[in-house]
C-alpha cells in the first residue's frame, strides 16, 4: 500500500502560505486545501484565489476538500485554476454521478466524502466511478478537533466493498490525524491521511510528516501480516 500524506493548510501561517507549502514540498504527496463556505459549515475559509496563487507558489498536487453547497459551481474553477483532485459531499447535489463525470472530463481527479454522521451507503453507487473515498474522522467545519475512533469502522467497510466489487479508489482520512491516531486509520485500511495541526503546528514540521509516513507504513504492513 502507497501511504499518502497530505498536509491541510486549514492549520497554515495564511501571512506565508506558499512558503508554508513550499517548506514541505519534497517530503508530502499532495497539499489538502479546505473549501468552506459557510452554510454547508459554519466557517468560512479558502477559494479560487488561494488556489490560483497556490498553484504559482508549489508543483505539489493540490487536493481541494469541499465543504460547501455549490460544489457542482465551484468544483470546474478550481481544476480550471491547476487544482488536481477535488472532493465533494455528495448529499448537495441533485445528480451527484453527472458531477463526477464532468469533473473528470476536466482532467480531475474526485473523490466523495461522508461526514461522521453518514454511512458508507450514502456513496456506494459512487464509489465505482471515483478516484478516492474521503472518510472524515471529525465534524467538517474546524480544524483541530479530536479524532473520532468510532468512524475508523467505515474505513474497514470501504476496503470489504472495495474488494468485493473490484474498485480502485484511494481511502483518505481527515480529522484529528496524528502520531497517535494515524496507525489506527492505517491498520484499518486508510491509504491517504489529511493532517493538520499536527503537521503545521510541530517545530520540525519535515520531521513529523516523516513520522506521520513511518507510523502509517508500519501500522499497514502489521495489519498485512496479521491478514494472513
Partial sequence: MQVRIAPSILSADFA????????????VDMIHVDVMDGHYVPNLTLGPPVVRSLR????????????ITDPSVYAPQLLELGAESVTFHPEVEDDPLALVHRLHELGGRVGVAIKPAHELSLVTELLPHVDMLLVMTVEPGFGGQAFRADCVRKVREAVDWRTRMGAGFTIQVDGGIGPDTI???ASAGAD?????????G??????AVRELRRRAVAAAALARTGER
Fill in 56 to 67: 504559482a507558489a508549489t508543483t505539489t498536487m493540490l487536493d481541494c476538500h469541499l465543504m
Fill in 192 to 200: 491517504t491521511f489529511v493532517a493538520g495541526s499536527s503537521v503545521f
Fill in 183 to 185: 496507525e489506527q486509520a
Fill in 202 to 207: 510541530a517545530a520540525d514540521r519535515v520531521a
Fill in 16 to 27: 506565508r502560505l506558499g512558503a508554508e507549502v513550499e517548506e514541505l514540498a519534497a517530503d
